[in-house]
């Protein structure tokens, strides 16, 4: 059955790109299976079917670029239109990355962290970071990807700071259900940890 969707990233010097369904499942498209001489466009409307990719994962093969409607076009929107997750959600993780941070700095000025675990935080926030701009690199050339687990782990073991950092700046990660929602418990556990360090007085 031929699916339909937007394309919602797309590498125009690279010929490849992504295309979401309207279940929200994403697949990776390239220029070879879009026949004839025409190009797509980023936002563009596809039909396609389903196949499996180099990697495994699903791609879309025997690609149709929708005819662009005639009528005249509709008077420009207030809102934003580059979102894939709207910047309040977007914001939401910088706020959590801030205030874990905010709560790592108050620890060490109390007294209650030594200065030296907070470079824990920042070693394995910066390899959490890196992660995930190999993995968005990897998505976008179709080549292996870093497993979600992976990203977990290094989130858990003190990277989670650079990860939501990460998933903002890369657009990343930032809407499968279950993959959001591990990564938000994450979060939590660190900042209430933290927070617990901050504001529970430690008996000499």
Known sequence: MR????????????GYGFVRDEQGREYYVHISKVPGDSRPRLGDRLT?????????????????????????APRPSLR????????YKLGLRTAAA???????????????????????????????ALFYRFDKLYALSGQYRVSEGSLHIVDFTFGIIGGLAAQEVYRH???K?????????IALLHTVALAFVVFVPFSA
Do not use: C
Not at 80 to 87: D, G, L, R, Y
Not at 107 to 123: E, K, R, V
């Open 173 to 175: 990660k930032t809407v």
């Open 3 to 14: 699916r339909s969707g937007e394309l919602i990233q797309w590498n125009n010097k690279g």
């Open 98 to 128: 801030t205030m874990m941070t905010l709560l790592i700095v108050l620890a060490i000025a109390n007294g209650h962290m030594t200065p030296w675990f907070s470079l824990i935080y920042i070693f394995m926030g910066t390899a959490s």
């Open 48 to 72: 396609f079917d389903v196949a499996t990719g180099r990697n495994g994962r699903p791609a879309a093969v025997d690609v149709i670029i929708a005819p662009q409607p005639t009528t005249p």
């Open 177 to 185: 259900p279950r993959f959001v929602a591990t990564t938000w418990a």
């Open 80 to 87: 934003p239109t580059s979102s894939n997750v709207s910047p």
